[in-house]
Nanobody, 118 residues
Framework: QVQLVESGGGLVQAGGSLRLSCAAS????????MGWYRQAPGKQRELVAR???????NYADSVKGRFTISRDNAKNTVYLQMNSLKPEDTAVYYC????????????WGQGTQVTVSS
């Protein structure tokens, strides 16, 4: 079982920045892919960004050039740096871990609210 704890959400004005953190209860070396997803009211959860254990990244088109995902292996933490925030970035952001441990499994954090005011 993997526990993920997000932090760093809040209220920010358009054009501002926030950094989200996701602390894992195990070494992230053993997690194949870690990612950030978001869900706005009335919408489906969508991928924002993800990073593999090898360091490869990919981003949703809507956040490319504004958001950066990174990892600190020593702290077992993944970050999402969000710059030039827009009101449409408002959502609950969830951390995800996808790994093989006897079978492929997804683990989710509890979510952190990000609200961008215009």
């Amino acid at each position: 079982q993997v526990q993920l704890v997000e932090s760093g959400g809040g209220l920010v004005q358009a054009g501002g920045s926030l950094r989200l953190s996701c602390a894992a209860s195990i070494s992230i070396f053993s997690i194949n892919v870690m990612g950030w997803y978001r869900q706005a009211p009335g919408k489906q959860r969508e991928l924002v960004a993800r990073i593999t254990s090898g360091g490869s990244t990919n981003y949703a088109d809507s956040v490319k050039g504004r958001f950066t995902i990174s990892r600190d292996n020593a702290k077992n933490t993944v970050y999402l740096q969000m710059n030039s925030l827009k009101p449409e970035d408002t959502a609950v952001y969830y951390c995800n871990a996808y790994m093989f441990a006897g079978g492929w499994a997804d683990y989710w954090g509890q979510g952190t609210q990000v609200t961008v005011s215009s």
